[in-house]
Structures are given as C-alpha cells and as structure tokens.
C-alpha cells in the first residue's frame, strides 16, 4: 500500500521536542515501512535527519519566505496573530507539494493529523485513487481551549482563531473518507455535535513505543542529578498550563508528605508548548500560581522542576519514580504521560475524565479518582504507597497492556485496517 503523512504546522515528522501528533504520524509511517508498504512523509523542514529512516522519503515544504523575521513578530499581538497566519501559509505550501506528489506517486491513502493539513488535502484537486484519511487528536471545534487565563484582547483573538479552526475542522471531517480518533472519549464528543459522522469514524489510540519505555533502564544517573534517591518520587509530566491540573496535585502534596515525609513530587515539563503568546501571558500567570501554592505550603524542599528533559531522561524518570500522575481537569483524548507511565511499568493515578478511563480500563489498570479534587489525588497516591503489591501489580498489568494494545505495533495494525476498509 502506497500511504502519505502530511505533517502537522506546528512542528516538523519527526518533532524535536512535543508533539503528539507528529510522534504518531512518525511511529505509524515507520511501523508500516517495517511491514512492506510504500511511505513518504510530507512535513516542515527537519533540523536534523537523524533517526529518520532513508527509506521513509521526507518532501519538506519550505517556509524561508515566511520567517520569524516578518513585521508581525515585533508586537505581541503581533505574535498571536503570526501563529494563526503561519498555520494557514503552511496549508497553500502543503497543498503544491501534495499536488505533484499525487500526480507522481498515485497514493492508496492520504493522511492528516490536523485541520490546516487536512484542508491542504482538500485543496488537491488530481488525487487520483487516493483516500483521505484524518486523525482527530484533540479538540478544535468540538472542546473549545480555556482563554480564562488570557488578557481580554488576546482572548478575542483566540476565540476568533479557535472559531475558523472550528469551521475548517468541520469542512474536513464532512470531507473526508474516513475519520480516526484517539480515543471513544473523542468519538462520542464528535458525534454529539456532528451525528452523521458516526459512521466513518473508527477508534485508533495514540500509540506508545514499548521498546523504548520500558522498566530495564537503569536510573543511577537521574536520581543523583535531581537529589531524588532513596525518595518516594511522584512524577507529573506535562506542561504547566491551567488544563493539566497541576495545581491540584501541589493541593494535594501537605497530605500526601504528612502520611509519607519522604515523597517528593518531580514535575517535568516545560511552561508552555511555545514561546509566543501563550506562555508570555498565559503560562506565567498560572506558574506564578503554582509558585504561591508551593510558598504557602511550604513545599519548596518537595518540588522538584525539571523543565524540559529530552526522551533518554525522560525514560530514566519514569523508571525512577514510584507513581506516575496525571491531574487533568480536560477531557485528555489520549494522554501521553498514563501511556508512557504504563510501559515503564509505573502504577498510574489520574482523573476519571476524557480518555484516562480508557486507558486504566474504568479503574483495573490504575486508580481514577475525580478532576479538581486535591484530597481524593491525595488518598488514591497514599493507597497506593501504602500497598506495594498492589503498585507492583498496577505496573506489571499496565506494562502488559500498553504492549498488547498501545504499542507502535498493535497501533499500526489497527490503523492499517482501517486503510484496508476504506480502499476495498
């Protein structure tokens, strides 16, 4: 089968740093060169090729006339308004290249992971055979982002920019031939608001690699550089944005270090996703409230900020701490943390919200306790410090589970079915 990944405008296949959704358009194209198919990627310039295998071919589309350079950047409205703009330039550079690859190529199936690409589908007129395929990771039109924490011009903008987001998501998914989600959670949503798309709509999860999140890393090097040996380590990873919860988890800490005086709470993540306006406003703001909690509880000697930690560290963190959490008060589609928290063979608590349900199967692969509730955090952590056997248990399950049903393997199969339908 002859398949091409279209790129997100965010960040280039395989990303630096982040994204969720360029990593999973990354695992399938390689999962799936593995297998024998035909692969080629088209994405934003790449800083490095490493990693990338030379058989799965890269079109990048370049963005030189469209630098950060441009008058818009000198102000910060200017800022928030550039991302939006660059976003959609990204469309029209994606669509030419799609054109002639098209024309050359003749693909079985065209694949977008956001709605900037997926109208770059649409804007291709001669795609011959193939079928467009989108993969929905998140919510655009149909969970609309928290702007509370925005100054009241900047959320006029975001709530303008999520509105033509909104109604190009909606133009792409009546367009396309078959619609993925990452999660059930994510279907019903979609299908509340848009019932006749039920139909083209199959689950595929987000994917985790389980080769290289796994519990035989050795963790020496990460304990003596965060000071965290010999410590019961709860690990959040995530950014530091209102959404993930964070500071419910900090709520939660006096409880949790009055049971276990020898917890401490690793916290890796960076402020924010970018460095445009976002974490200029936003961002700070609410780390400056993670800040006051800590000051007031007294916490400062149990917090540990990593900021942000490539994979190889990440991994040791994983393998270092005794209980992975995630805090989120969103509807997490598919979060990455409970995936990679699982195939480190981490027990996991998180919020009974969104795709965490899902993923620790309604409680029987770690604990779910309810969103914005520091002391049920608290006593789901407590119970499970308290139980050795059953973190070991949690892990050991969890492990099992993220290789069985998450892993870039299992995820690639599913998704290759869903092409097999859609072309027959």
């Given at each position: 089968?002859?398949?091409?990944?279209?790129?997100?405008?965010n960040?280039p296949?395989?990303?630096?740093?982040?994204?969720?959704?360029?990593?999973?358009?990354?695992?399938l194209?390689c999962?799936?060169?593995?297998?024998g198919?035909?692969?080629?990627?088209?994405?934003?310039?790449?800083q490095?090729?490493?990693?990338?295998p030379?058989?799965v071919?890269?079109?990048?589309?370049?963005?030189?006339?469209?630098?950060?350079r441009?008058?818009?950047?000198s102000?910060?409205i200017?800022?928030?308004?550039?991302?939006h703009?660059?976003?959609?330039?990204?469309?029209?550079?994606?669509a030419?290249?799609?054109?002639?690859?098209?024309?050359?190529?003749?693909?079985?199936?065209?694949?977008?992971?956001?709605?900037?690409?997926g109208?770059?589908?649409l804007?291709?007129h001669?795609?011959g055979?193939?079928r467009?395929?989108?993969?929905?990771?998140?919510?655009?039109?149909?969970?609309?982002?928290?702007?509370?924490?925005?100054p009241?011009?900047f959320?006029?903008?975001?709530?303008?920019?999520?509105?033509?987001?909104g109604?190009v998501e909606?133009?792409?998914?009546?367009?396309?031939?078959?619609?993925?989600?990452?999660?059930?959670s994510?279907?019903?949503?979609?299908?509340?608001?848009r019932?006749?798309?039920?139909?083209?709509?199959h689950v595929v999860?987000?994917m985790?690699?389980?080769?290289?999140?796994?519990?035989?890393?050795?963790?020496?090097?990460?304990?003596?550089?965060f000071q965290?040996?010999?410590?019961?380590?709860?690990l959040y990873v995530?950014r530091?944005?209102?959404?993930?919860?964070?500071?419910y988890?900090?709520?939660?800490?006096?409880?949790?270090?009055?049971?276990?005086?020898?917890?401490?709470?690793?916290v890796a993540?960076?402020?924010?996703?970018?460095d445009f306006?976002?974490?200029?406003?936003g961002a700070?703001l609410y780390?400056?409230?993670?800040?006051?909690?800590?000051?007031?509880?007294?916490?400062?000697?149990?917090?540990v900020?990593?900021?942000y930690?490539?994979n190889?560290?990440?991994r040791?963190?994983?393998?270092?701490?005794?209980?992975v959490?995630?805090?989120?008060?969103?509807e997490?589609?598919?979060?990455?943390?409970?995936?990679?928290?699982?195939?480190?063979?981490?027990?996991?608590?998180?919020?009974?919200?969104?795709g965490?349900?899902?993923?620790?199967?309604?409680g029987?692969?770690g604990?779910?306790?309810p969103?914005?509730?520091?002391?049920?955090?608290?006593?789901?952590?407590?119970?499970?410090l308290?139980?050795?056997r059953?973190?070991a248990f949690?892990?050991?399950?969890?492990r099992?589970?993220?290789?069985?049903?998450?892993?870039?393997?299992?995820i690639?199969?599913r998704?290759?079915?869903v092409?097999?339908?859609v072309?027959?």
């Open positions: 089968m002859k398949v091409c990944f279209v790129g997100t405008e960040l296949i395989p990303p630096p740093r982040g994204g969720g959704a360029e990593k999973f358009a990354y695992a194209a999962t799936m060169k593995n297998k198919h035909e692969i080629h990627i088209v994405s934003l310039p790449l490095s090729t490493t990693g990338v030379t058989t071919v890269t079109s990048m589309v370049n963005e030189k006339r469209w630098t950060s441009h008058w818009l950047t102000s910060p200017g800022r928030f308004v550039w991302i703009f660059k976003s959609y330039s990204f469309t029209f550079g994606v030419k290249v799609l054109s002639r690859l098209c024309s050359e190529k003749q693909f079985d199936i065209v694949h977008s992971q956001t709605p900037p690409t109208l770059s589908v804007l291709v001669n795609r055979r193939a467009f395929v989108h993969s929905m990771h998140g919510f655009h039109s149909i969970y609309p982002a928290d702007t509370s924490y925005l009241t011009i959320r006029h903008l975001k709530q303008y920019d999520q509105m033509i987001d109604h909606s133009y792409v998914l009546e367009k396309s031939n078959v619609i993925t989600t990452v999660s059930e994510l279907k019903k949503h979609v299908v509340r608001r019932p006749g798309l039920a139909d083209k709509i999860p987000a985790v690699d389980a080769h290289f999140f796994n519990p035989d890393v050795p963790d020496n090097a990460i304990l003596e550089r965290i040996r010999g410590k019961s380590v709860i995530g530091l944005v209102k959404i993930k919860g964070l500071k988890l900090l709520l939660a800490m006096p409880d949790i270090i009055t049971e276990f005086p020898d917890a401490v709470l690793v993540g960076p402020s924010a996703f970018s306006i976002v974490s200029e406003h700070s780390v400056e409230e993670l800040r006051s909690i800590i000051r007031r509880n007294n916490l400062e000697s149990k917090i900020f990593t900021g930690v490539s190889e560290d990440l040791l963190l994983y393998n270092a701490c005794s209980i959490v995630v805090p989120s008060i969103w997490e589609p598919c979060s990455a943390s409970i995936l990679e928290g699982m195939s480190s063979g981490k027990p996991v608590v998180a919020t009974k919200i969104g965490n349900v899902e993923l620790l199967q309604e029987k692969a604990i779910l306790v969103p914005k509730d520091p002391h049920a955090l608290a006593e789901g952590i407590l119970y499970l308290s139980e050795p059953l973190m949690y892990g050991k399950y969890g099992q589970r993220a290789v069985d049903l998450y892993s870039w393997e299992a690639a199969d998704m290759l079915s092409y097999e339908q072309v027959t």
